[in-house]
Protein backbone atom coordinates (compact mmCIF):
# COMPACT_ATOMS: atom_id res chain seq x y z
CA UNK A 1 0.00 0.00 0.00
CA UNK A 2 1.86 3.10 -1.51
CA UNK A 3 -0.67 5.22 0.97
CA UNK A 4 -0.06 8.32 -1.37
CA UNK A 5 -2.97 10.70 -0.94
CA UNK A 6 -1.62 13.75 1.50
CA UNK A 7 -4.31 13.40 4.14
CA UNK A 8 -4.52 9.86 4.80
CA UNK A 9 -0.41 9.67 5.02
CA UNK A 10 -0.81 12.41 7.71
CA UNK A 11 -4.21 10.70 9.83
CA UNK A 12 -1.66 7.31 9.70
CA UNK A 13 1.63 8.67 9.97
CA UNK A 14 2.25 8.66 13.84
CA UNK A 15 0.57 5.12 13.89
CA UNK A 16 3.46 3.89 11.32
CA UNK A 17 5.69 5.34 13.66
CA UNK A 18 4.57 4.37 16.93
CA UNK A 19 4.26 0.69 15.06
CA UNK A 20 7.69 0.78 14.22
CA UNK A 21 8.81 2.17 17.91
CA UNK A 22 6.45 -0.91 19.00
CA UNK A 23 8.28 -3.56 16.32
CA UNK A 24 11.86 -2.59 17.65
CA UNK A 25 11.08 -2.63 21.43
CA UNK A 26 9.05 -6.23 20.96
CA UNK A 27 12.53 -7.79 19.63
CA UNK A 28 14.52 -7.76 22.56
CA UNK A 29 15.49 -10.84 23.84
CA UNK A 30 18.87 -12.80 24.76
CA UNK A 31 19.68 -13.66 21.35
CA UNK A 32 20.91 -10.92 19.53
CA UNK A 33 20.75 -13.26 16.07
CA UNK A 34 17.46 -13.38 16.78
CA UNK A 35 17.13 -8.87 16.67
CA UNK A 36 19.45 -8.92 14.20
CA UNK A 37 17.75 -10.99 11.40
CA UNK A 38 14.25 -9.56 13.04
CA UNK A 39 15.04 -5.90 12.06
CA UNK A 40 16.24 -6.69 9.04
CA UNK A 41 13.36 -8.05 7.90
CA UNK A 42 10.47 -5.94 9.94
CA UNK A 43 12.69 -2.39 9.09
CA UNK A 44 14.01 -2.21 6.31
CA UNK A 45 10.55 -1.35 4.51
CA UNK A 46 6.88 -3.10 4.76
CA UNK A 47 3.42 -0.94 4.07
CA UNK A 48 2.08 -1.82 8.03
CA UNK A 49 -1.19 -2.70 6.42
CA UNK A 50 -2.11 -5.39 8.74
CA UNK A 51 -1.51 -3.48 12.12
CA UNK A 52 -3.24 -0.10 10.39
CA UNK A 53 -6.25 -2.05 9.72
CA UNK A 54 -6.39 -3.36 13.50
CA UNK A 55 -5.69 0.04 14.57
CA UNK A 56 -8.53 1.45 12.55
CA UNK A 57 -10.94 -1.44 13.17
CA UNK A 58 -10.39 -1.08 16.96
CA UNK A 59 -10.61 2.55 16.98
CA UNK A 60 -13.77 2.81 14.37
CA UNK A 61 -15.46 0.13 17.04
CA UNK A 62 -14.70 2.42 20.11
CA UNK A 63 -11.17 1.70 21.21
CA UNK A 64 -8.73 3.98 21.84
CA UNK A 65 -5.47 4.04 23.94
CA UNK A 66 -1.34 4.31 23.50
CA UNK A 67 -1.73 0.23 23.55
CA UNK A 68 -3.00 -0.62 20.42
CA UNK A 69 0.16 0.13 18.19
CA UNK A 70 1.88 -1.90 20.82
CA UNK A 71 -0.43 -4.97 20.26
CA UNK A 72 -0.49 -4.29 16.02
CA UNK A 73 2.69 -5.61 15.98
CA UNK A 74 0.92 -9.16 16.15
CA UNK A 75 -0.19 -9.16 12.77
CA UNK A 76 3.51 -7.50 11.22
CA UNK A 77 5.46 -10.42 13.14
CA UNK A 78 3.25 -13.12 11.43
CA UNK A 79 3.57 -11.47 8.05
CA UNK A 80 7.40 -11.16 8.69
CA UNK A 81 7.66 -15.00 9.91
CA UNK A 82 5.71 -16.12 6.45
CA UNK A 83 8.24 -14.12 4.37
CA UNK A 84 11.28 -15.35 5.80
CA UNK A 85 9.86 -18.88 5.51
CA UNK A 86 8.50 -17.91 2.13
CA UNK A 87 12.46 -17.20 1.07
CA UNK A 88 13.78 -20.76 2.58
CA UNK A 89 11.50 -21.88 0.43
CA UNK A 90 11.93 -20.16 -2.96
CA UNK A 91 15.63 -19.78 -2.29
CA UNK A 92 15.02 -16.15 -2.83
CA UNK A 93 17.59 -13.70 -2.88
CA UNK A 94 15.71 -10.26 -3.03
CA UNK A 95 13.20 -8.89 -0.49
CA UNK A 96 12.28 -5.16 -0.43
CA UNK A 97 15.28 -4.20 -2.96
CA UNK A 98 17.62 -6.05 -0.68
CA UNK A 99 19.39 -8.94 -0.02
CA UNK A 100 17.15 -11.43 1.73
CA UNK A 101 17.87 -12.67 5.23
CA UNK A 102 18.23 -16.35 3.89
CA UNK A 103 21.09 -15.28 2.01
CA UNK A 104 22.68 -13.34 5.21
CA UNK A 105 22.35 -15.51 7.56
CA UNK A 106 21.46 -18.91 5.62
CA UNK A 107 18.10 -21.50 6.16
CA UNK A 108 18.62 -22.72 9.38
CA UNK A 109 19.02 -19.10 11.45
CA UNK A 110 16.23 -17.85 8.61
CA UNK A 111 13.78 -20.50 9.66
CA UNK A 112 14.02 -21.11 13.45
CA UNK A 113 13.70 -16.78 14.03
CA UNK A 114 10.40 -16.96 11.64
CA UNK A 115 9.51 -19.25 14.23
CA UNK A 116 10.36 -16.81 16.87
CA UNK A 117 8.31 -14.40 15.46
CA UNK A 118 4.92 -16.74 15.31
CA UNK A 119 5.97 -17.25 19.01
CA UNK A 120 6.23 -13.85 19.67
CA UNK A 121 2.88 -12.98 18.39
CA UNK A 122 0.87 -15.72 19.52
CA UNK A 123 2.53 -14.68 23.40
CA UNK A 124 1.70 -10.73 23.03
CA UNK A 125 -2.23 -11.93 22.14
CA UNK A 126 -2.17 -14.04 25.14
CA UNK A 127 -2.19 -10.31 27.21
CA UNK A 128 -5.32 -9.25 25.65
CA UNK A 129 -6.89 -12.29 28.09
CA UNK A 130 -9.90 -12.75 25.56
CA UNK A 131 -10.06 -16.32 24.69
CA UNK A 132 -11.87 -15.25 21.69
CA UNK A 133 -9.12 -13.32 20.71
CA UNK A 134 -6.92 -16.22 20.67
CA UNK A 135 -9.35 -18.73 18.60
CA UNK A 136 -9.38 -16.15 15.57
CA UNK A 137 -5.34 -16.30 15.58
CA UNK A 138 -5.15 -19.80 16.10
CA UNK A 139 -7.64 -20.05 13.25
CA UNK A 140 -5.90 -17.67 11.12
CA UNK A 141 -2.21 -19.07 11.37
CA UNK A 142 -3.84 -22.66 10.39
CA UNK A 143 -4.81 -21.53 7.57
CA UNK A 144 -2.04 -19.34 6.87
CA UNK A 145 0.24 -22.69 7.68
CA UNK A 146 -2.32 -24.59 5.07
CA UNK A 147 -2.27 -21.53 2.38
CA UNK A 148 1.76 -21.99 2.25
CA UNK A 149 1.43 -25.80 2.03
CA UNK A 150 -0.96 -25.45 -0.78
CA UNK A 151 0.94 -22.60 -2.69
CA UNK A 152 4.13 -25.27 -2.64
CA UNK A 153 1.99 -28.31 -3.82
CA UNK A 154 0.74 -26.38 -6.73
CA UNK A 155 3.88 -24.76 -7.60
CA UNK A 156 4.44 -24.81 -11.56
CA UNK A 157 0.64 -26.45 -11.48
CA UNK A 158 -0.16 -24.67 -15.14
CA UNK A 159 -3.37 -26.67 -14.73
CA UNK A 160 -4.67 -24.93 -11.45
CA UNK A 161 -8.14 -23.40 -11.79
CA UNK A 162 -9.30 -20.02 -10.73
CA UNK A 163 -11.07 -21.28 -7.26
CA UNK A 164 -7.75 -23.58 -6.45
CA UNK A 165 -6.06 -19.88 -7.18
CA UNK A 166 -8.68 -18.11 -4.92
CA UNK A 167 -8.21 -21.02 -2.23
CA UNK A 168 -4.47 -20.15 -2.15
CA UNK A 169 -4.68 -17.00 -1.48
CA UNK A 170 -7.46 -16.59 0.61
CA UNK A 171 -5.61 -18.88 3.33
CA UNK A 172 -1.73 -17.57 2.69
CA UNK A 173 -2.75 -13.54 2.01
CA UNK A 174 -6.41 -12.38 3.37
CA UNK A 175 -7.11 -14.62 6.30
CA UNK A 176 -4.63 -12.56 8.18
CA UNK A 177 -5.78 -9.21 6.90
CA UNK A 178 -9.19 -10.65 7.94
CA UNK A 179 -8.55 -11.41 11.25
CA UNK A 180 -6.00 -7.72 12.09
CA UNK A 181 -9.83 -6.36 11.56
CA UNK A 182 -12.01 -8.77 13.49
CA UNK A 183 -9.86 -9.17 16.26
CA UNK A 184 -9.40 -4.98 16.35
CA UNK A 185 -13.75 -5.28 16.19
CA UNK A 186 -13.39 -7.37 19.25
CA UNK A 187 -11.26 -5.33 21.54
CA UNK A 188 -13.68 -2.62 20.69
CA UNK A 189 -16.29 -4.45 22.02
CA UNK A 190 -18.35 -4.27 18.48
CA UNK A 191 -21.59 -5.99 18.21
CA UNK A 192 -21.91 -9.20 16.33
CA UNK A 193 -23.04 -7.73 13.48
CA UNK A 194 -20.37 -5.01 13.08
CA UNK A 195 -17.49 -7.75 14.05
CA UNK A 196 -19.30 -10.16 11.05
CA UNK A 197 -18.85 -7.14 8.46
CA UNK A 198 -15.04 -6.16 9.65
CA UNK A 199 -14.07 -9.76 9.07
CA UNK A 200 -15.52 -9.65 5.84
CA UNK A 201 -14.43 -6.16 4.56
CA UNK A 202 -10.23 -7.23 5.48
CA UNK A 203 -10.84 -10.76 3.58
CA UNK A 204 -11.89 -9.17 0.27
CA UNK A 205 -9.28 -6.54 1.27
CA UNK A 206 -6.86 -9.16 1.71
CA UNK A 207 -8.10 -10.36 -1.80
CA UNK A 208 -8.01 -7.38 -3.80
CA UNK A 209 -3.97 -6.60 -1.74
CA UNK A 210 -3.21 -10.07 -3.47
CA UNK A 211 -4.34 -9.98 -6.84
CA UNK A 212 -3.23 -6.45 -7.56
CA UNK A 213 0.29 -7.65 -6.10
CA UNK A 214 -0.06 -10.52 -8.89
CA UNK A 215 -0.68 -7.98 -11.41
CA UNK A 216 1.82 -6.31 -10.93
CA UNK A 217 4.39 -8.98 -10.70
CA UNK A 218 3.56 -8.95 -14.61
CA UNK A 219 3.25 -4.89 -15.22
CA UNK A 220 5.23 -3.58 -12.22
CA UNK A 221 8.51 -1.81 -12.40
CA UNK A 222 11.28 -3.72 -10.77
CA UNK A 223 12.45 -0.46 -8.72
CA UNK A 224 9.14 0.28 -7.40
CA UNK A 225 8.81 -3.25 -6.43
CA UNK A 226 12.09 -4.30 -4.60
CA UNK A 227 12.11 -7.81 -6.91
CA UNK A 228 12.68 -8.99 -10.66
CA UNK A 229 9.47 -8.81 -12.82
CA UNK A 230 7.81 -11.69 -13.05
CA UNK A 231 9.79 -12.99 -10.13
CA UNK A 232 6.56 -14.84 -8.93
CA UNK A 233 6.36 -16.68 -12.44
CA UNK A 234 10.00 -17.91 -12.00
CA UNK A 235 9.37 -19.31 -8.66
CA UNK A 236 6.67 -21.20 -10.49
CA UNK A 237 3.31 -19.12 -9.15
CA UNK A 238 0.68 -19.43 -11.09
CA UNK A 239 -1.20 -16.46 -10.41
CA UNK A 240 -4.79 -15.10 -12.00
CA UNK A 241 -3.43 -13.24 -15.34
CA UNK A 242 -1.79 -16.58 -16.32
CA UNK A 243 -4.70 -18.97 -15.50
CA UNK A 244 -7.36 -16.88 -17.52
CA UNK A 245 -5.21 -16.40 -20.54
CA UNK A 246 -4.32 -20.21 -20.63
CA UNK A 247 -8.19 -20.76 -20.22
CA UNK A 248 -9.21 -18.31 -23.01
CA UNK A 249 -5.90 -18.82 -25.20
CA UNK A 250 -5.93 -20.96 -28.60
CA UNK A 251 -4.08 -24.10 -28.74
CA UNK A 252 -1.14 -22.90 -30.47
CA UNK A 253 -1.30 -19.49 -28.04
CA UNK A 254 -1.78 -21.44 -24.60
CA UNK A 255 1.11 -23.88 -25.67
CA UNK A 256 3.25 -21.32 -26.03
CA UNK A 257 2.14 -19.56 -22.54
CA UNK A 258 2.98 -23.18 -21.31
CA UNK A 259 6.22 -22.82 -22.82
CA UNK A 260 7.39 -19.54 -21.64
CA UNK A 261 6.11 -20.11 -18.19
CA UNK A 262 7.78 -22.99 -17.57
CA UNK A 263 11.34 -21.38 -19.00
CA UNK A 264 11.11 -17.42 -18.86
CA UNK A 265 13.34 -15.52 -20.23
CA UNK A 266 14.29 -11.95 -20.55
CA UNK A 267 13.92 -11.76 -24.01
CA UNK A 268 10.60 -13.77 -23.63
CA UNK A 269 9.03 -11.54 -21.32
CA UNK A 270 7.14 -8.58 -23.68
CA UNK A 271 6.26 -11.40 -25.75
CA UNK A 272 4.87 -13.09 -23.13
CA UNK A 273 2.54 -9.59 -21.81
CA UNK A 274 1.37 -9.49 -24.83
CA UNK A 275 0.00 -12.82 -24.91
CA UNK A 276 -1.83 -11.51 -22.03
CA UNK A 277 -3.02 -8.69 -23.72
CA UNK A 278 -4.52 -10.62 -26.52
CA UNK A 279 -6.62 -12.65 -24.32
CA UNK A 280 -7.49 -9.36 -21.74
CA UNK A 281 -5.88 -11.10 -19.06
CA UNK A 282 -4.77 -8.75 -17.14
CA UNK A 283 -7.48 -6.75 -17.27
CA UNK A 284 -10.05 -9.72 -16.20
CA UNK A 285 -7.71 -9.61 -13.08
CA UNK A 286 -8.18 -5.87 -12.60
CA UNK A 287 -11.94 -6.74 -12.74
CA UNK A 288 -11.49 -9.38 -9.90
CA UNK A 289 -9.66 -6.88 -7.98
CA UNK A 290 -12.21 -4.12 -8.36
CA UNK A 291 -15.05 -6.26 -7.19
CA UNK A 292 -13.76 -7.21 -4.45
CA UNK A 293 -12.96 -3.47 -3.78
CA UNK A 294 -16.68 -2.71 -3.74
CA UNK A 295 -17.38 -5.82 -1.77
CA UNK A 296 -15.19 -4.08 1.27
CA UNK A 297 -16.44 -0.86 0.47
CA UNK A 298 -20.05 -1.92 1.06
CA UNK A 299 -19.39 -4.06 4.58
CA UNK A 300 -17.91 -0.54 5.26
CA UNK A 301 -21.83 0.73 4.83
CA UNK A 302 -23.01 -0.92 8.04
CA UNK A 303 -20.86 1.79 9.98
CA UNK A 304 -21.87 5.09 10.95
CA UNK A 305 -19.39 8.02 9.44
CA UNK A 306 -16.56 8.81 11.53
CA UNK A 307 -12.63 9.85 10.47
CA UNK A 308 -11.59 5.88 10.65
CA UNK A 309 -14.29 4.94 8.29
CA UNK A 310 -13.05 7.35 5.79
CA UNK A 311 -9.60 6.41 6.04
CA UNK A 312 -10.30 2.78 5.69
CA UNK A 313 -12.85 3.85 2.42
CA UNK A 314 -9.51 5.56 1.33
CA UNK A 315 -7.22 2.64 1.82
CA UNK A 316 -9.79 0.38 -0.27
CA UNK A 317 -9.18 2.60 -3.48
CA UNK A 318 -5.44 3.01 -2.43
CA UNK A 319 -5.10 -0.91 -2.33
CA UNK A 320 -6.38 -1.11 -5.58
CA UNK A 321 -4.60 1.98 -7.43
CA UNK A 322 -1.37 0.79 -5.86
CA UNK A 323 1.95 0.54 -8.08
CA UNK A 324 4.23 -1.25 -5.61
Known amino acids: ?29 HVPLIAEVGRHILLSGGKRIRPLLFILAARMCGCQGNHLSDFSTVFEYLHAATLLHDDVIDAAS ?25 AKALSLAVTT ?4 ILQVLSQATTMMAEGEILQLLHTGNLKITEAEYFEVINRKTAILMSAACQIGAILGGASARHEEALTQMGLNLGITFQVVDDILDYTGDAKELGKEVCADLREGRITLPLIHALAQATPKDRERLEDIARDLTPESVAEFRGLLDTYGSLDHARTVARSYTRLAQENLEAFSASPEKAIFQAITEELLARTH
Open 1 to 29: MALQGKSILKDLEKDVVAINQALAANLQT
Open 94 to 118: VRRGASSANTIWGNQAVILVGDFLL
Open 129 to 132: NKLK
